[in-house]
């Protein structure tokens, strides 16, 4: 195997694996299941935290959440993360190539994974591709449309009840124009894609390169109109999304997945006309998953079920090398290591855990002042530390910032830990020494 591959690291954020049929679910791929004739699939790839930027801090460091700290606490959100994010010493896979004297570039239409939030240290150049900015959907005027209804039928009968004749052209060509502009950039089923892939098609693919993409389609939103209100009023319990919307939004997201095959299929073509293809190690994973009330909790961040930290992981080595199958998990923190064995002339065992953890420490989310008095709610609901842990087919999911257990599982399927005392307890000394130093309580029997 040539010890000097090019790779291309490909993040399908917000992509649960379950969603896939190549794990047997309901969104046909062709394009990544071709791909996968030539790849080792990974049956038990966990991701170490259930939102972007930890998530990704970990893949190019190798780290989990509370080794690089660059996550959220009580007291810092979004943003805030940067500090941390700064203050950071650990090498990046970015920094790693180059010191091999690879070429490196990113392309991200994930704000939270930009320039912005200093993942571009290590590449020679960093591309954020603004998806949203285009459509101009938070302007005065959709402000005021969202205020008077959901369609352009509602806000005319509305306008007219209102006496507001003058305005009802004002707000049709505003219709008329938001129409257009979602029919050039395909939103929201195109987040980005089309534009990547336009830029892929110009980039430099020679020897000794290494590629990092990430694809926002299956991130919400899944529709133009805004559902702002509603998942705040979710989240914040005012007024829970219902089964029925859950699922029509997921038949969303699974529509995203199929369209955003064809964006892989273009990315592969691409690849493959440069004459790079079968040189280049390709791994194709996600930063995390999405709920759609499988546990009364929709989209992701804050909680540990299967649906958000379960991923996909997807791996073609250089020339379509093969391994033996192994038993155990694949965190995606070790995705660099994996690469420095590959590159090393070594196999895939670096990539294998006995077992796996993921991690959360509180709410991702600043509550619009609106949802102010709600603020206690969201406090006793999401602001706790949480752990999971997998070993051996069991899954021990817990709020440590209580003790509560809430998840144990045996093969993905709920059971009770009395009758799995050995490995109830196996795993809960696995999450003590995890948690280390930290305070975290665990949960007795």
């Known amino acids: 195997m040539d010890t000097t591959p090019n790779v291309l690291l490909i993040v399908l954020d917000t992509m649960r694996k379950s969603i896939l049929d190549t794990y047997n679910g309901p969104a046909k791929m062709p394009n990544l299941e071709e791909l996968t004739k030539n790849s080792m699939v990974y049956e038990n790839a966990i991701s170490p935290a259930p939102w972007t930027y930890p998530s990704h801090v970990s893949i190019f460091t190798g780290l989990y959440p509370s080794e690089h700290n660059v996550h959220e606490t009580f007291e810092a959100k979004l943003y805030d993360l940067n500090k941390f994010h700064q203050a950071l010493q650990a090498e990046r896979l970015s920094e ?228 033996d199958k192994k038993e155990g998990y694949q965190s995606t923190t070790n995705i660099f290591k994996l690469i420095k064995s590959v590159l090393g002339g070594g196999d895939d065992s670096a990539l294998i855990t006995e077992s796996a953890f993921s991690e959360s420490y509180g709410t991702t989310i600043v509550l619009p002042d609106k949802y102010a008095d709600t603020a206690d709610f969201v406090k006793n609901k999401y602001e706790k530390a949480r752990k999971a842990v997998f070993k051996n087919g069991f899954k021990l999911n817990v709020n440590g910032t209580d003790g509560i257990i809430e998840e144990f599982t045996k093969d993905g399927k709920d059971v009770d830990p009395k009758e799995y005392e050995k490995e109830f307890k196996d795993l809960v000394n696995e999450l003590e020494i995890f948690a280390g130093s930290e305070t975290f309580k665990l949960p007795a029997l």
């Open 96 to 323: 790693y190539f180059h010191s091999l004297g690879y070429t490196t570039e990113g392309i991200s239409n994930n704000i939270m994974v930009s320039p912005q939030m200093l993942f571009d240290r290590g590449f020679d150049s960093f591309y954020m591709i603004d998806y949203a900015r285009p459509l101009i959907r938070e302007s005065k005027i959709i402000k005021e449309v969202r205020g008077l209804g959901k369609s352009p039928k509602e806000v005319f009968f509305k306008l007219l009840k209102k006496g507001r004749i003058i305005d009802i052209s004002r707000f049709y060509l505003y219709f008329r124009y938001l129409k257009k502009m979602d029919k050039l950039y395909n939103f929201p089923m195109d987040k980005g894609g089309t534009l990547t892939n336009n830029l892929l098609s110009y980039s430099m693919w020679h020897e000794k390169s290494f590629k990092f993409i990430n694809f926002m389609e299956m991130h919400e939103p899944y529709e133009t109109v805004s559902h702002g209100d509603e998942i705040f009023k979710n989240y914040t319990g005012i007024k829970k999304i219902s089964q029925k919307r859950a699922d029509y939004l997921k038949e969303k997201y699974i529509k995203e997945a199929q369209y955003l095959d064809s964006q892989i299929g273009s990315l592969i073509k691409t690849l493959k006309s440069s004459g790079f293809y079968d040189d280049t190690m390709i791994i194709i994973t996600a930063d995390h998953g999405q709920a759609f009330n499988e546990h009364g909790h929709m989209y992701h961040d804050t909680f540990l079920y299967d649906e958000i930290i379960r991923v996909p992981l997807i791996i073609k080595y250089p020339n379509s090398k093969k391994f």
